[in-house]
């Protein structure tokens, strides 16, 4: 079994920028891919940006270039740097590990989950 645990949420202002990072421990064998998604209140959770290994990314649409999604794969830590954050940004941002699948961002796919991060935007 592995544990995901994520840091670095917090609060900004319109056009900020964060830094969450994801610690995967215990079975990290076959980690990979992992991915980041959120949830804001009301609304299904959804993909935000998935990788494999470091070597090929996907994101969702609304990034708009504005995250990017990284991995240290030595210290099997998952990163997501958010710039130009928007309101609509504020949500509770979960790692996820062991897709079943390259670059999805379908959470049905992931079999592993942290407990997340709350990133809250406000103008």
């Known amino acids: 079994e592995v544990q995901l645990v994520e840091s670095g949420g917090g609060s900004v202002q319109v056009g900020g920028s964060l830094s969450l990072s994801c610690a995967a421990s215990?079975?990290?064998?076959?980690?990979?891919?992992m991915g980041w998604f959120r949830q804001a209140p009301g609304k299904e959770r959804e993909g935000v940006a998935s990788i494999n290994r470091g070597t090929g990314t996907k994101y969702a649409d609304f990034v708009e270039g504005r995250f990017t999604i990284s991995k240290n794969n030595t210290t099997n830590t998952l990163y997501l740097q958010m710039t130009n954050l928007k309101p609509e940004d504020t949500a509770m941002y979960y790692c996820?590990?062991?897709?079943?699948?390259?670059?999805?961002?379908?959470?049905?796919?992931?079999?592993?989950w942290g407990q997340g991060t709350q990133v809250t935007v406000s103008s």
């Open positions: 215990g079975s990290t064998f076959s980690i990979d891919p």
């Open positions: 996820a590990a062991r897709s079943g699948r390259l670059y999805s961002l379908d959470r049905r796919d992931y079999t592993s």
